[in-house]
């Protein structure tokens, strides 16, 4: 199974902060990488797909990126409405497996 | 508008049996892969199964094979999950996923709202 390393676990930042989220993959997933971001008591929703394309209605504040096998979610300027869980997924292979999650919170 | 509506969640008795149902409107249904996605209380999100969109190929995590069966009607556009022999730690909120092919291995882009199974010893 493929493994996805999810760093860190738990972000503070302040609105306005610049933040970045990474996930590592334990073998190749070439560009198979989505990120997801889930509220409290809500489903998740699809942020970003393929590594870097943003899902229809994603603000663009939001990107993703990859370098070989590690991959980074990006918010360029943090907005209150972006405090949440993300997760990333790899939909490389089966069993498809998600990151640990990365909870941000507000400094 | 695509919905996907989770039903048939509740409290079971460890070795019982529960069927969850997401109800789907809003596309065409038997175009696209479904999949089962669970999330623990507390906890991350773990892929459950997946099925294709003609109900030809199915998949499943090794934590559930063998116990859940994932099923789907389109002419009633309706996907099912069937669980037997249910365990404490599948004590976890399912949601049903949308993929965006009818048969490739893919992302989710829409989530149903989930619904509770609680397996009590």
């Known amino acids: 199974d493929i493994q996805m390393t999810q760093s860190p676990s738990t972000l503070s930042a302040s609105v306005g902060d610049r933040v970045t989220i990474t996930c590592r993959a334990s073998q190749s997933i070439s560009s198979w990488l989505a990120w997801y971001q889930q509220k409290p008591g809500k489903a998740p929703t699809l942020l970003i797909y393929k590594v870097s394309t943003l899902e229809s209605g994603v603000p663009s504040r939001f990107s993703g990126s990859r370098s070989g096998t590690e991959f980074t979610l990006t918010i360029s300027s943090l907005q209150p409405d972006d405090f949440a869980t993300y997760y990333c997924?790899?939909?490389?292979?089966?069993?498809?497996?998600f990151g640990q999650g990365t909870k941000l919170e507000i400094k | 508008e695509v919905q996907l509506v989770t039903s048939g969640g509740g409290l079971v008795q460890r070795g019982g049996s529960l069927r969850l149902s997401c109800a789907a409107s809003?596309?065409?249904?038997?175009?696209?892969?479904m999949n089962w996605v669970r999330q623990a209380p507390g906890k991350g999100l773990e892929w459950v199964s997946t099925i294709h969109g003609s109900g030809g190929a199915t998949f499943y995590a090794d934590s559930v094979k063998g116990r859940f069966t994932i099923s789907r009607d389109n002419s009633k556009n309706t996907l099912y999950l069937q669980l037997n022999s249910l365990r404490a730690a599948d004590t976890a909120v399912y949601y049903c996923a949308k993929g965006t092919s009818s048969w490739d291995t893919d992302r989710f882009d829409y989530w149903g709202q989930g619904t509770l199974v609680t397996v009590s010893s």
């Open positions: 997924q790899q939909y490389d292979s089966y069993p498809y497996t």
């Open positions: 809003g596309f065409t249904f038997s175009k696209y892969v």
